[in-house]
């Protein structure tokens, strides 16, 4: 990667002496143009992670670099980032055109670059029919895209949304994420998404910093945190999961580049094959299985492992089982065109060994 556009060196955040950090030598780069979700639990330390990028709160160690360039002691009205956090924040007095300008205000722009940038600005967000509105009149949904223009008028160095979207309703929620991404693509703005929501994150993200306890525990691509999570906590946090003890017994041979087939022992499945590192042979690891790709036989005569089925979810777009296996429950989620299996019935579980990953050691932290 050429020079990240921002860079997270050892970034370390304690509120109090004695008390844990909050952020505790947090390293991320983040590429030129790309929407960066950080995702975590409450607490993970996801907002101070923000707020000291945005110049709104000093480190208590480390350093924030932009474009190659050390801005740690760099105020905050220097900083030239745009911020739209969780509560919609407008100001009521003004009308939307106001609010949006409101930015430009201290930087003496001529009036008609003022007015021309504020236009371009409520286009980007389809708002511009509202310019003359009183902001109190608008929903939730038109307050938040008001916010996202009041803080792309400044062109800005960096976007940081702190879980912009967390006050709306569901639908709403879900509308917004396409449009967010959208215009962040537009503007290419290099964007901070703090959320703790990973359908958010898988959603709209270019690269997703998966946080626990104020530590990155992966940085990667959705699809490779999904599939690949480097930890237990990943492989829960992000989406269900199934999470089997396996004996590795056997080496198979190369699957795709860099991993390799193997024949492992899981408890109440026996000998079932999987994927992982290279050579794992006689370790034992935890194994991942996500919920959908475990298939549920209802047929006696079916290939598979036993279990018996403990509970059934209908949602209309899939049923979810929980099934009993050995002495514990496992997670399967299946079509709805199939026979649907009820609790009590023996069903048969299996599912394609490229679909079964091996997680690596984890190590202390
Ligand atoms: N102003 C503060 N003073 C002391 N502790 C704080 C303060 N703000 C946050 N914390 C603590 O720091 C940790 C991280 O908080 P925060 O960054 O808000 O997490 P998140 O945004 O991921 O929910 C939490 O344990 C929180 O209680
Ligand atoms: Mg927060």
Not at 39 to 59: E, N, W, Y
Not at 109 to 117: A, H, T
Not at 227 to 251: M, Q, S, W, Y
């Amino acid at each position: 990667m050429s020079t990240p556009k921002l860079a997270l060196v050892d970034l370390t955040k304690r509120y109090q002496p004695g008390l844990a950090p909050a952020v505790d030598h947090l390293n991320m780069e983040v590429e030129e143009g790309h929407l960066v979700a950080l995702l975590g639990p409450s607490g993970c330390g996801k907002t101070t992670t923000l707020r000291m990028v945005a110049g709104l709160m000093d480190p208590t160690a480390g350093r924030i670099v932009v474009d190659g360039e050390d801005i740690t002691s760099i105020p905050v009205h220097r900083r030239g980032m745009g911020m739209v956090f969780q509560s919609y924040a407008l100001f009521p007095h003004m009308n939307v055109a106001a609010n949006v300008a409101f930015g430009l205000r201290m930087r003496r722009l001529p009036k008609s670059e003022r007015l021309e940038r504020v236009r371009r600005a409520l286009d980007m967000v389809q708002l511009g029919y509202l310019a003359e509105r009183e902001t109190k009149a608008l929903s939730g949904g038109q307050q938040q895209r008001i916010a996202l223009a009041r803080a792309l008028v400044v062109e800005p160095t960096l976007l940081l949304l702190d879980e912009p979207l967390s006050n709306l309703d569901a639908k709403l929620r879900e509308s917004m994420r396409g449009e967010i991404r959208a215009i962040q693509q537009r503007t290419g703005a290099t964007t901070l998404f703090v959320t703790h929501d990973q359908d958010e994150a898988l959603d709209m993200a270019d690269r997703i910093a998966v946080m626990n306890g104020g530590l990155i525990e992966q940085f990667g691509e959705p699809s490779e945190v999904y599939e690949r999570p480097r930890t237990r906590f990943v492989a829960e946090f992000i989406g269900r999961a199934n999470l089997l003890d396996a004996t590795v017994v056997a080496d198979r041979g190369p699957s795709g580049a860099d991993e390799r087939r193997y024949d492992v022992q899981v408890p109440g499945f026996g000998a079932v094959g999987a994927v992982g590192a290279p050579g794992l042979t006689g370790a034992t690891r935890t194994m991942l299985v996500r919920p959908h790709r475990v298939q549920v036989h209802c047929d006696p005569g079916a290939s598979g492992s036993p279990g018996t089925v403990e509970s059934v979810s209908y949602t209309g777009d899939s049923v979810g089982y929980r099934v009993r296996v050995g002495d514990r429950a496992q997670l399967a989620e299946a079509p709805t065109d199939g026979r649907i299996a009820a609790p009590g019935d023996v069903v048969r579980l299996d599912w394609d060994p490229a679909s079964a990953y091996l997680l690596p050691e984890e190590e202390e932290r």
